[in-house]
């Protein structure tokens, strides 16, 4: 066991693509830290750097006291776990789970004990004489945890691997993988493109965007205090709502009505012209639902244009027009977050006892107290409590995060420059 | 859905068996004739008087058994090498960027395109000089290299099936590069391992040119260049029957590694390495 330190990582690959552009996060022994991002991000990129399986090109990484930069992967005692599973079909069960520890000239009477062991804890005593070829993808993802956990390895990484199982599954593992390293207390690197996975399993998320990371912190942190636009659009399910806004004194004025807000969120955003205001699905409700004395100065009225009703609550959409600067703003960012959303709506989410309906033009009520203000220009999050939120690369050392944003967009040009 | 097997295809099934098996039974037939029904010339096509009298003699013929030996030991000799050299290549060809990669892959489809012929000349005037010529070492070395650019193709084609994270995976389960080509990637690739030590095995098997020129006596012919000497006492009526015995007999251990190794030769080993 071991903690995992990545000091000031930097990947970039034979044709100068930076993959990952001054990456450092901290691991402490222990510890399920979440590395997630959309596609592309350089999240696999970091942990196969971890493991030794990429080259790093500059930086420190360092497991336990020692730097591994220039170690081999099997001299840094990792085990992991691939997306698929990477299992050896000519092998059984019991093999494939043993084949680390024949590796390590182990006595058959320890591989004997300790394969059993593993087998017992992840249920697959029954199945310790198929092959790979014979199991259900559940089965063959135990296969990959065995020949993981049956080591004394310094730390378990995870490369996406519930993105193969069917959606039941992959809750039922989640939950397993979750048990497994709370019993066995090791620190777990998991990669992960779903944010479910990221806010159900971490102590601790990185958020990573075209190989620059943009917010540490804990799940909760980063729900409540997103640092940027990017971390606030991509955490959360639903997402999050952006409108333009502006803020004059301490009202807000948004394309559907005018909402009062604290007042040490409305002196940050002073003066400083269009804003994007963010807010979740959740801080939106149906008036009519909420206490008289919340609503005053909270509620305006809006054509509702679809209803999703879910039985414990609603998704009503609400689309509304959006000025042409923070129209771009928007569509690049749900470029970034891998979406494709025509339109600019709102999505609200209703009580499930609301009788708003479909073409209904109702009263909503919004929490004022929880609306994020960002800058449209840079996307900072202006209204964030930084005593909660982590760590936020930009307001640490912003010439550093730019720095590494301008080596993420070479890159781009890179790539963009081969399609041509 | 499965439908019934149609009648023409049936038939089809039967014009071809009778097109290829035809000749293979005119063979063993003819290897239980004697010698005199063969020379007589009789138009039946099964023997009169079936006589095993063709094979005691064959066996009994120490010149054949002899070739026999040659041709198991240097067919062996010569696949076993091939395949090791070639599943070396072909690993490093399917998982290494390395310069000249193309040349060496083009190079060894040269060779494998080049008229076997064109080298008996040159490589008759240099085994003499080397003092190779009418030894085993003498055939093991041409076959060798003309079987080496197939396999090396054949098995590069297997590697890159087998996906990348094999390696990485028993790389980081504690093995080194040598250890997760021999527990790992060998194993898998060993349907392509059998395949290419089948094709290196007949083509030694059967190779005539190179047996026939290379080789003077009996310490090193193979049995199909030893079947041409076969001619008997009648230049004009040459043993029929004995040389369809030696046919035969040469044919018995091809089916055999062909019925032993079958079984090998499935594709879809690799099921189960990943989610697919």
Not at chain 1, 62 to 77: E, F, Q, S, T
Not at chain 1, 145 to 154: K, Q, S
Request: hydrophobic share 45%.
């Amino acid at each position: 066991m071991a903690a995992i330190d990545i000091k000031n990582i930097v990947k970039k690959y034979g044709d100068g693509f930076p993959a990952v552009n001054d990456v450092s996060i901290d691991i402490q022994d222990g510890e399920f830290m979440i590395l997630v991002g959309p596609s592309g991000c350089g999240k696999s990129t970091l942990l196969r750097m971890i493991v030794g399986l990429e080259d790093i090109t500059s930086g420190d990484m360092m497991i336990g006291d020692k730097r591994v930069n220039d170690l081999a992967p099997r001299d840094r005692n990792l085990a992991m776990v691939f997306q698929n599973y990477a299992l050896y079909p000519h092998l059984s069960v019991y093999e494939n789970i043993a084949f680390p520890l024949r590796l390590a000239g182990a006595s058959d009477d320890e591989v004997d004990k300790k394969v059993r062991n593993a087998s017992k804890t992840l249920e697959l005593d029954e199945h310790l004489d198929r092959k790979p070829g014979n199991l259900s993808g559940g089965q063959r993802q135990r296969v990959a945890m065995g020949r993981a956990i049956v080591r004394d390895a310094d730390a378990f990484l995870f490369d996406e691997p519930l993105s193969n199982l069917d959606a039941k599954l992959r809750g039922q593992m989640r939950t397993e993988i979750s048990r497994l390293q709370k019993r066995l207390g090791i620190t777990t690197v998991y990669v992960t493109h779903d944010q479910t996975e990221a806010m159900t399993l971490g102590d601790r998320v990185a958020v990573l965007k075209r190989g620059v990371l943009q917010q540490l912190a804990t799940p909760r942190e980063l729900y409540t205090n997103p640092g940027n636009l990017f971390v606030a659009g991509f955490i959360g399910s639903p997402p999050m709502n952006f409108v333009p806004a502006e803020v004059d004194g301490t009202t807000v004025k948004m394309p559907f009505g005018t909402v009062e807000i604290p007042r040490d969120k409305a002196e940050r955003a002073q003066g400083k012209g269009l804003l994007i205001a963010g807010i979740r699905p959740e801080h939106f409700n149906d008036a009519t639902v909420v206490d008289e004395d919340k609503r005053a100065g909270h509620t305006f009225r809006a054509n509702v244009d679809v209803v999703e009703w879910l039985g414990n609550e609603a998704y009503a959409y609400i689309p509304f027009e959006a000025p042409p600067e923070v129209q771009k703003q928007l569509s690049d960012l749900e470029h970034e977050l891998d979406g494709d959303q025509m339109r600019t709506q709102l999505v609200v989410s209703l009580d499930g006892a609301s009788r708003i309906a479909e073409g209904d033009e109702a009263e909503i009520w919004v929490d004022a107290t929880k609306i994020h203000l960002f800058d449209p220009s840079t996307g900072e999050n202006l209204t964030v409590d930084e005593s909660r939120a982590g760590r936020i690369p930009e307001r640490e050392d912003p010439n550093a995060k730019k720095q590494a944003e301008k080596m993420a967009d070479e890159g781009e040009e890179i790539h963009s420059s081969e399609e041509v | 859905m499965k439908k019934k097997t149609g009648i023409g295809t049936w038939i089809g099934f039967v014009l071809i068996l009778v097109w290829c098996l035809l000749p293979v039974a005119w063979i063993v037939s003819l290897s239980f004739k004697s010698v005199e029904e063969t020379s007589t010339g009789s138009p039946q096509f099964l023997p009169k008087d079936p006589t095993g009298e063709n094979y005691s003699a064959i066996l009994d013929n120490g010149d054949f058994t002899r070739a026999l030996l040659n041709s198991f030991g240097i067919s062996l000799i010569a696949t076993l090498l091939s395949v090791i050299f070639a599943t070396l290549a072909a690993y490093a060809i399917a998982r290494l960027e390395f310069k000249g990669k193309r040349l060496v892959l083009s190079m060894a489809l040269a060779i494998a395109m080049f008229p076997v012929v064109s080298l008996v000349g040159p490589l008759f005037d240099m085994w003499r000089t080397f003092g190779l010529f009418d030894t085993w070492p003498g055939l093991i070395i041409p076959y060798m290299t003309f079987t080496l650019p197939l396999a090396i193709w054949t098995l590069s084609a297997f590697f890159r099936e087998i996906p990348w994270e094999m390696e990485q995976a028993a790389q980081v389960d504690g093995a080194t590069s040598w250890q997760a080509f021999r527990k790992v990637i060998v194993p898998l690739a060993a349907p392509g391992v059998f395949t290419a030590a089948i094709l290196t095995f007949f083509f030694a098997w059967n190779e005539f040119v190179l047996a026939i020129s290379l080789t003077s006596t009996t310490a090193s012919r193979t049995v199909p260049a030893q079947m041409s000497f076969f001619v008997g006492p009648d230049p004009f009526n040459p043993p029929y029957s004995q040389l369809a015995t030696a046919s035969v007999i040469v044919t018995i251990p091809v089916i055999v590694i062909v019925l032993l190794f079958q079984r090998k030769i499935v594709a879809g080993l690799t099921s189960g390495a990943v989610k697919g």
